[in-house]
């Protein structure tokens, strides 16, 4: 069992950046696949970007492929999302998860354990 506490979220202007933190407690964070979601107003929960428990590779929905990248530290048991170039398309709340049994995947479906989200709004 892991929790996850997400951080860093907070209001930009367009063009800014943000480095989002997702701290794990529990179990080492090599144990999971990690990935990070988020949800805007009125629309559901899209993929953003995923890594693989021992960070050799990524995956990027193309919405923020080139701006966003995901990393992550096990020994600190934290994964990051730096977002850049942010846009008013990129308003919402950012939500890392973490899976068990997929290394490595873009549906909420692989994921076993959410966090409570952190805010990221980027105004005009």
């Known amino acids: 069992q892991v929790q996850l506490v997400e951080s860093g979220g907070g209001l930009v202007q367009t063009g800014g950046s943000l480095r989002l933190s997702c701290a794990a407690s529990?179990?080492?964070?090599?144990?999971?696949?990690m990935g990070w979601f988020r949800q805007a107003l009125g629309k559901e929960r899209e993929f953003v970007a995923t890594?693989?428990?021992?960070?050799?590779?990524?995956y990027y929905a193309g919405s923020v492929k080139g701006r966003f990248t995901i990393s992550r530290d096990n020994a600190k048991n934290t994964v990051y999302l730096q977002a850049n170039s942010l846009k008013p398309e990129d308003t919402a709340v950012y939500y890392c998860?973490?899976?068990?049994?997929?290394?490595?995947?873009?549906?909420?479906?692989?994921?076993?354990?959410w966090g409570q989200g952190t805010q990221v709004t980027v105004s005009s």
């Open positions: 998860a973490a899976g068990i049994w997929v290394d490595y995947c873009s549906a909420t479906g692989c994921y076993n354990y």
């Open positions: 529990g179990r080492t964070l090599s144990t999971y696949t």
């Open positions: 890594i693989t428990r021992d960070g050799s590779s990524t």
